[in-house]
């Protein structure tokens, strides 16, 4: 680092110290981002405060499948599920104006490979679809023991949508503050008055936890988050289109993305804080992956990692004020935190401005937990 370049960087960080903001925001994943953005375009003073970089844990890792409607879906969560699906156009749209970055957003739909019902599913379009049917849509599929339907479902990349939203922050004046590990909420009288770091404290009026999988470990309240590891593989056909549709089947799913991507997943494993892919692991992906698709043989492997999902004891995300004035909290989006965002932006902000939200959120209250 230059001399210069020292001095303007210790002279923002000092700037950024003697300011107070109304909201500062804990982490920087998809939703600390989204909710950032909402209320900034509702007119607060924001400041995102970020351990490492913005948008590279969780909201990283995923595979962006925006499944609205699943069997393991918690009823509690339905509603909230369904509304946020129906906002991901605008949502992206919105971001990528504002960014200039694409997120590519399709919406092709999802062959879903599954002897469950699925009469209450609204994105189902018909009953199984016949061979001759699921050759038409997917040619390069192989045919499998489960009968399969078409659902209209939309798929996102997380990577694009986290990148277009720090930008569409940084855009509307949403300041951001990297490498900042936030260890304490600042408590006055017990309200809220800022944030304590490893560096330093910032003042504000409101702090949302947003840390994902890490969010129990900021005093004074331990959420009882825990990371749920998931490991990925992408792959690349040289076959550009090889398939249009998310692929769900039982041993993996397959995700397409506009420039020929292909990604496999996931696991969910109870191993810790600990991001490491395991070469059995990533093998067993990538045989699931020709299985379905024998092509794929041909592909080439571009990338595998591990991500890990914020979990919550019941599986429900925990939204809402917390047992401190000032203090809020938006974590445990577990496996759809990324279709979750526009929705938990809406009703966060809605609550943290002392409006009734739009949804009950009683079901997701910290103080379930005790
Ligand atoms: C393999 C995999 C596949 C997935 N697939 C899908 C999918 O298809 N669809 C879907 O909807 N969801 C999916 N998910 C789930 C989704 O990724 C998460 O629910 C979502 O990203 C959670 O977002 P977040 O912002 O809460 O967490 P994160 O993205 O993890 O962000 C939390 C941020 O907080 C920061 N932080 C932590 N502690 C501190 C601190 N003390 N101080 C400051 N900053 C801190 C972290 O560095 C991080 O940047 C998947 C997840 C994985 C791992």
Request: aromatic share 6%; net charge neutral.
């Amino acid at each position: 680092m230059s001399i210069r370049s020292g001095v303007r960087q210790a002279r923002s960080f000092t700037m950024l110290r003697m300011k107070s903001w109304e909201v500062i925001v804990i982490g920087g994943g998809i939703i600390g981002l989204s909710l950032a953005i909402e209320l900034r375009k509702n007119g607060a003073s924001l400041l995102v405060v970020e351990r490492g970089e913005p948008g590279r844990e969780a909201s990283h890792a995923a595979g962006g499948m925006l499944v609205d409607y699943a069997e393991e879906t918690h009823p509690a969560l339905q509603p909230l599920a369904t509304a946020s699906a129906l906002m991901y156009p605008e949502f992206v749209r919105q971001l990528q104006v504002d960014s200039r970055i694409n997120a590519d957003l399709r919406d092709q739909g999802t062959i879903l490979f599954s002897s469950a019902g699925h009469e209450n599913n609204s994105g189902l379009s018909s009953g199984p679809l016949t061979a001759v049917q699921l050759a038409e849509l997917e040619p390069a599929l192989t045919t499998i023991d489960h009968p399969a339907f078409y659902l209209r479902e939309r798929s996102v990349d997380p990577r694009g949508l986290t990148a277009a939203a720090l930008g569409a922050a940084k855009h509307i004046g949403v300041d951001v503050s990297s490498g900042e590990e936030v260890t304490a909420v600042a408590l006055a009288d017990g309200r809220v008055c800022g944030v304590v770091t490893k560096k330093t404290t910032f003042h504000c009026d409101k702090v949302v936890n947003c840390a994902g999988a890490w969010s129990g470990q900021i005093a004074p309240h331990a959420f009882p988050t825990r990371p749920v590891k998931g490991q990925m593989l992408c792959l690349i056909s040289p076959t550009h289109g090889l398939l249009k549709h998310v692929i769900r089947a039982p041993e993996v799913y397959l995700i397409p993305r506009s420039d020929g991507r292909i990604l496999a997943g996931a696991t969910v494993e109870e191993a810790g804080f600990d991001k490491r892919t395991d070469v059995a692991t990533i093998k067993r992906l990538y045989s699931a992956a020709i299985a379905l698709v024998p092509q794929l043989r041909n592909a080439k492997i571009l990338e595998d990692w591990a991500g890990l999902r914020p979990g919550t004891p019941d599986g429900l995300p925990i939204l809402g004020a917390t047992g401190s004035p000032g203090y809020f909290v938006a974590t445990g989006h577990f496996r759809d935190g990324i279709l979750l965002a526009p929705i938990t932006a809406r009703v966060m902000a809605q609550v943290i401005a002392g409006k009734q939200p739009d949804y009950d959120l009683e079901a997701f209250s910290a103080a379930r937990f005790g």
